[in-house]
Protein backbone atom coordinates (compact mmCIF):
# COMPACT_ATOMS: atom_id res chain seq x y z
CA UNK A 1 0.00 0.00 0.00
CA UNK A 2 0.90 3.64 -0.90
CA UNK A 3 2.06 5.69 2.26
CA UNK A 4 -0.45 6.47 4.50
CA UNK A 5 -1.49 7.85 7.82
CA UNK A 6 -3.91 5.65 10.22
CA UNK A 7 -6.47 8.03 12.31
CA UNK A 8 -8.33 5.89 15.26
CA UNK A 9 -9.22 6.97 18.79
CA UNK A 10 -6.20 6.88 21.43
CA UNK A 11 -4.89 4.09 22.46
CA UNK A 12 -6.56 4.88 25.69
CA UNK A 13 -9.59 5.60 24.79
CA UNK A 14 -10.18 2.33 22.10
CA UNK A 15 -8.97 0.14 25.16
CA UNK A 16 -11.84 2.05 27.27
CA UNK A 17 -14.12 1.25 24.48
CA UNK A 18 -13.36 -2.16 23.94
CA UNK A 19 -13.92 -3.57 27.41
CA UNK A 20 -17.09 -1.14 27.69
CA UNK A 21 -18.06 -2.84 24.85
CA UNK A 22 -17.22 -6.24 26.82
CA UNK A 23 -18.38 -5.50 29.66
CA UNK A 24 -22.22 -4.56 28.10
CA UNK A 25 -22.71 -7.73 25.98
CA UNK A 26 -21.70 -9.70 29.48
CA UNK A 27 -24.06 -8.12 31.50
CA UNK A 28 -26.35 -7.98 28.77
CA UNK A 29 -26.44 -11.14 27.85
CA UNK A 30 -25.50 -12.79 31.04
CA UNK A 31 -26.98 -10.42 33.74
CA UNK A 32 -30.68 -9.46 31.77
CA UNK A 33 -31.84 -10.96 29.13
CA UNK A 34 -33.93 -9.61 26.16
CA UNK A 35 -37.54 -11.08 27.84
CA UNK A 36 -36.44 -8.88 30.99
CA UNK A 37 -36.05 -6.12 29.20
CA UNK A 38 -38.72 -5.69 27.22
CA UNK A 39 -40.69 -6.56 30.58
CA UNK A 40 -39.18 -3.25 32.05
CA UNK A 41 -40.10 -1.32 29.00
CA UNK A 42 -40.11 -1.59 25.65
CA UNK A 43 -37.65 0.34 24.20
CA UNK A 44 -34.76 -0.60 27.05
CA UNK A 45 -33.47 -3.42 24.03
CA UNK A 46 -33.28 -1.20 21.56
CA UNK A 47 -31.13 1.39 23.53
CA UNK A 48 -28.67 -1.54 24.87
CA UNK A 49 -28.10 -2.50 20.94
CA UNK A 50 -27.53 0.95 19.73
CA UNK A 51 -25.17 2.02 22.88
CA UNK A 52 -23.22 -1.61 22.27
CA UNK A 53 -23.42 -0.75 18.69
CA UNK A 54 -22.26 3.00 19.34
CA UNK A 55 -19.16 1.49 21.57
CA UNK A 56 -17.93 -1.19 18.79
CA UNK A 57 -18.00 1.34 16.01
CA UNK A 58 -16.39 3.69 18.37
CA UNK A 59 -13.64 0.91 18.78
CA UNK A 60 -13.33 -0.60 15.76
CA UNK A 61 -13.75 3.07 13.56
CA UNK A 62 -10.02 4.52 11.72
CA UNK A 63 -9.65 7.15 9.18
CA UNK A 64 -7.03 6.26 6.38
CA UNK A 65 -5.84 9.09 4.61
CA UNK A 66 -3.61 8.81 1.58
CA UNK A 67 -2.23 11.08 -0.95
CA UNK A 68 -5.66 10.57 -2.78
CA UNK A 69 -7.81 11.58 0.49
CA UNK A 70 -9.67 10.04 3.11
CA UNK A 71 -11.15 7.28 3.64
CA UNK A 72 -13.70 5.61 7.11
CA UNK A 73 -13.22 1.85 7.64
CA UNK A 74 -13.33 -0.49 10.08
CA UNK A 75 -10.26 -2.17 11.80
CA UNK A 76 -10.18 -5.47 13.71
CA UNK A 77 -7.02 -6.16 15.05
CA UNK A 78 -3.90 -5.11 13.43
CA UNK A 79 -5.17 -5.60 9.88
CA UNK A 80 -6.99 -3.12 8.06
CA UNK A 81 -10.41 -4.64 7.31
CA UNK A 82 -10.65 -6.25 3.34
CA UNK A 83 -13.67 -3.92 2.17
CA UNK A 84 -12.46 -1.29 -0.11
CA UNK A 85 -15.57 -0.42 -1.45
CA UNK A 86 -15.96 2.76 0.21
CA UNK A 87 -13.85 5.54 -2.10
CA UNK A 88 -11.49 8.27 -0.65
CA UNK A 89 -12.93 11.66 -0.45
CA UNK A 90 -10.42 13.62 -2.17
CA UNK A 91 -8.18 16.72 -0.91
CA UNK A 92 -9.59 20.18 -1.14
CA UNK A 93 -6.17 21.89 -1.65
CA UNK A 94 -7.88 25.89 -1.25
CA UNK A 95 -9.12 25.02 1.81
CA UNK A 96 -6.58 22.37 3.64
CA UNK A 97 -6.05 23.89 6.87
CA UNK A 98 -5.32 22.66 10.59
CA UNK A 99 -6.83 24.65 13.62
CA UNK A 100 -7.40 24.05 17.44
CA UNK A 101 -4.93 22.87 20.05
CA UNK A 102 -3.31 19.64 20.66
CA UNK A 103 -5.22 17.21 21.34
CA UNK A 104 -7.86 19.39 19.76
CA UNK A 105 -7.51 19.45 16.39
CA UNK A 106 -9.69 19.85 13.72
CA UNK A 107 -9.45 20.33 9.79
CA UNK A 108 -10.60 21.48 6.99
CA UNK A 109 -8.94 19.63 4.40
CA UNK A 110 -11.25 17.39 2.03
CA UNK A 111 -13.43 17.97 -1.03
CA UNK A 112 -16.83 17.24 0.81
CA UNK A 113 -16.79 17.03 4.92
CA UNK A 114 -18.31 13.81 6.09
CA UNK A 115 -19.87 14.80 9.30
CA UNK A 116 -23.60 14.91 8.70
CA UNK A 117 -25.43 15.30 12.27
CA UNK A 118 -26.93 17.19 13.11
CA UNK A 119 -26.89 19.14 9.74
CA UNK A 120 -27.78 16.01 7.09
CA UNK A 121 -25.49 14.73 4.62
CA UNK A 122 -21.92 15.47 3.13
CA UNK A 123 -21.48 19.05 2.30
CA UNK A 124 -19.43 20.39 -0.17
CA UNK A 125 -16.75 23.32 0.69
CA UNK A 126 -14.92 26.25 -0.68
CA UNK A 127 -12.75 28.81 0.25
CA UNK A 128 -15.71 31.24 0.87
CA UNK A 129 -17.59 28.48 2.96
CA UNK A 130 -15.82 27.16 5.18
CA UNK A 131 -18.00 26.69 9.04
CA UNK A 132 -16.65 25.54 11.89
CA UNK A 133 -19.32 22.79 12.16
CA UNK A 134 -18.40 21.39 8.74
CA UNK A 135 -14.79 21.00 9.90
CA UNK A 136 -13.43 17.06 10.37
CA UNK A 137 -12.91 16.53 14.19
CA UNK A 138 -9.77 14.75 15.04
CA UNK A 139 -10.57 14.97 19.01
CA UNK A 140 -8.66 12.49 20.76
CA UNK A 141 -7.35 10.86 17.71
CA UNK A 142 -3.90 9.23 17.40
CA UNK A 143 -1.08 10.10 15.05
CA UNK A 144 -2.70 13.54 14.22
CA UNK A 145 0.72 14.59 14.68
CA UNK A 146 2.25 11.89 12.22
CA UNK A 147 -0.53 13.27 9.64
CA UNK A 148 0.83 16.70 9.53
CA UNK A 149 4.23 15.53 9.18
CA UNK A 150 2.44 13.24 6.05
CA UNK A 151 0.39 16.48 4.69
CA UNK A 152 3.74 18.42 4.75
CA UNK A 153 5.52 15.66 2.95
CA UNK A 154 3.31 14.77 0.40
CA UNK A 155 0.76 17.34 -0.47
CA UNK A 156 2.16 19.79 -3.32
CA UNK A 157 3.21 23.19 -1.38
CA UNK A 158 1.59 24.99 -4.61
CA UNK A 159 -2.10 24.22 -4.52
CA UNK A 160 -2.23 25.52 -1.03
CA UNK A 161 -2.68 28.92 -0.05
CA UNK A 162 0.28 30.35 2.11
CA UNK A 163 -1.22 31.44 5.52
CA UNK A 164 -2.31 27.49 5.19
CA UNK A 165 1.02 26.30 4.08
CA UNK A 166 3.14 28.18 6.89
CA UNK A 167 0.95 26.58 9.58
CA UNK A 168 0.84 23.14 8.57
CA UNK A 169 5.22 23.64 8.09
CA UNK A 170 5.76 24.86 11.43
CA UNK A 171 3.79 22.10 13.05
CA UNK A 172 5.51 19.61 11.24
CA UNK A 173 8.74 20.94 11.62
CA UNK A 174 7.88 21.02 15.11
CA UNK A 175 6.90 17.68 15.49
CA UNK A 176 9.75 16.42 13.30
CA UNK A 177 12.31 17.59 16.00
CA UNK A 178 10.11 16.18 18.64
CA UNK A 179 10.23 12.61 16.87
CA UNK A 180 13.64 12.60 15.98
CA UNK A 181 15.21 13.89 19.40
CA UNK A 182 12.41 12.58 21.96
CA UNK A 183 10.59 9.65 20.44
CA UNK A 184 9.44 8.28 24.18
CA UNK A 185 7.42 11.77 24.41
CA UNK A 186 6.79 11.81 20.86
CA UNK A 187 5.03 8.31 21.11
CA UNK A 188 3.07 9.36 23.96
CA UNK A 189 1.64 12.91 22.43
CA UNK A 190 0.57 10.88 19.24
CA UNK A 191 -0.79 7.96 21.11
CA UNK A 192 -1.69 7.84 24.50
Not at 33 to 39: A, T
Not at 85 to 105: A, D, H, S
Request: aromatic share 22%; with cysteine.
Amino acid sequence: MEKHVVLSLRLGLRLFHGAAFLYGFYFFSAVLNIVEMFQFHWFLPFAALACMTFIFFSACSIYVVTKDGIRWQLMFGPALSPSKRRKFTPWNYEILQVRGVFPFYYMFAFLRQDNPYPYGGDYDLSPDNIPYRRSIAFFFCRNFLDLIIFIDENIPYEKMKPEYRDRIWQLADKYRRLKKNHQIIYWILNNV
